[in-house]
């Protein structure tokens, strides 16, 4: 068995979300590190020391690019001469809302390829449990070599939260299982080497399975309290007030909060990963597509709110002016990627409304194959409004300000909480 040294070099494949910050960490850590990305632009901006993440400046990567150690590249030639490859390539739904594994595939048999002897091959990526087995390993034995021996196989699921401010790759747990039981040693030396804490997991299946445990999870609960807050709401009992009663219970209860919907390249997506593979299995999972439809059918709830809250102006949503503001999926953050906000936005245009957004963190977002530009939010614009409504409440704004401003504004975040309830809504 080989020891993982900082004299091996690692690639990592996929430098997005995931994998850029497990690349530079990578490289902080005196590793050789060869990064390959698909996406020109994004190794072009590399190149010029940009960095296209929110978690990742621009003087990280400047300070590394400097280091002989370190190359960039959408050319896979390099695989061969790396130690350990780590990949982290999107996992989405296809156009027909199944799971996609054709970019993962893709990575693979590049890897394939070039697999030499004593190379660990670690998949970062989402999957459903067998993935890794069945997709990965099949593919990569095709060339003769054989795993526990020859090369070493692992799953890994990244956990990182972009914009969490308590939790970053560096001190979130990584979870490591291997196609056999040396496999799993190599990648918990590997992660271990990196700083970060590892928990060894008994199977690719189950640490596949813990991923999507984890999502689905989240998605569960967000729809549970989006479902309490649309009851809540017409009940005229306040939800927000209710999750901050209950959330005082030291057991037995974490709070998850109710809004326009669940969004980001994970939660969503994870969900359906599961209930596709459980029903090729032969069963269904019918709380988590209960779930998703709840969650998916928030767009259409806000829209009656807006409906009802021009109505009290005696106003219609068609021809209305609706400013929609923050339209990541979450607060904080730059990634518009299943965004609900956007599904708000598609629905409002086709009822009719004439509707603008904003976002600090986002310039511009496409809906329908048309771009909308942000507009500038100063206080003549959103006066001019018929309702604004408070999607995220990024810490970049100011939110008095906002309402001040506001002829009606609809708080879909509870961050208006204490400001007197004349021409506001709230969830
Ligand atoms: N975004 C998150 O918060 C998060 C958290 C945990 C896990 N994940 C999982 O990690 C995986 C990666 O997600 P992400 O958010 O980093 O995606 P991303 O879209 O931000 O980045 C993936 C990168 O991989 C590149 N790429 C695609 N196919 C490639 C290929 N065959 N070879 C080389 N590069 C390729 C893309 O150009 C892109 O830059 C997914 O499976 C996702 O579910 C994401």
Same mark, same amino acid.
């Given at each position: 068995m080989q020891n993982i040294s900082d004299q091996q070099k690692i690639c990592v494949i996929g430098l997005g979300y995931v994998g850029l910050p497990l690349f530079v960490l990578a490289a902080q850590n005196n590793y050789s590190v060869l990064g390959i990305d698909l996406d020109k632009d994004k190794i072009d901006n590399l190149k010029y020391?940009?960095?296209?993440?929110?978690?990742? %400046?621009d003087y990280d990567i400047q300070t590394f690019l400097t280091k002989d150690f370190v190359t960039i590249s959408t050319?896979? %030639?390099?695989? %061969?001469?790396?130690d350990v490859i780590v990949v982290c390539v999107p996992t989405p739904l296809s156009a027909k809302g199944k799971p996609d594994y054709s970019l993962l595939s893709r990575a693979v048999d590049e890897i394939a390829l070039r697999l030499r002897q004593g190379q660990l091959v670690i998949i970062e990526s989402t999957v459903a449990p067998g993935t890794t087995k069945n997709l990965v390993l099949s593919r990569l034995q095709a060339g003769g070599l054989s795993v526990g021996t020859d090369f070493f196989l692992s799953y890994s699921p990244e956990r990182i939260d972009p914009g969490n401010k308590s939790y970053k790759l560096n001190n979130i747990p990584k979870l490591a299982a291997g196609a056999t039981h040396i496999c799993r040693l190599l990648a918990q030396n590997f992660y271990s080497s990196l700083g970060l804490t590892v928990i060894p997991v008994p199977s690719l299946a189950v640490a596949e399975m813990a991923k999507l445990l984890e999502n689905t999870y989240r998605d569960v609960n967000i729809a549970l309290v989006n479902e309490m807050a649309q009851i809540c709401h017409a009940n005229n009992i306040n939800i927000w007030d209710v999750i901050n009663a209950a959330a005082t219970?030291?057991?037995?209860f974490h709070a998850f909060y109710p809004g326009v919907g669940v969004g980001g390249h994970c939660v969503p997506i994870d969900s359906v990963y599961f209930t596709h593979w459980a029903w090729e299995k032969g069963t269904s999972a019918k709380l988590c597509e209960l779930a998703r439809k709840i969650n998916t059918e928030m767009p259409s709830y806000i829209t009656n709110i807006i409906i009802n809250t021009l109505a009290a102006s005696n106003?219609?949503?068609?021809g209305s002016k609706i400013l929609i503001l923050g339209v990541s999926y979450?607060?904080?953050?730059n990634d518009v990627r299943e965004s609900s906000a956007l599904k708000l936005i598609t629905q409002l245009q086709m009822e009719g409304a004439q509707v603008s957004f904003h976002d600090p963190m986002v310039e511009s977002i496409e809906i329908n194959s048309t771009i909308l530009h942000r507009v500038t939010p100063d206080s003549n614009f959103i006066s001019q409004q018929d309702c604004v409504v408070l999607a995220l409440a990024h810490s970049a704004y100011n939110l008095s300000g906002i309402y001040s401003a506001s002829t009606s504004i609809i708080d879909l975040?509870?961050?208006?909480?204490?400001?007197?309830?004349?021409r506001l809504t709230r969830l």
């Open positions: 020391g940009k960095s296209y993440n929110q978690e990742i %400046s050319d896979y %030639s390099g695989l %061969s001469s790396c219970k030291p057991f037995g106003k219609i949503l068609r979450k607060k904080d953050t975040t509870n961050a208006m909480a204490d400001y007197p309830e004349n």
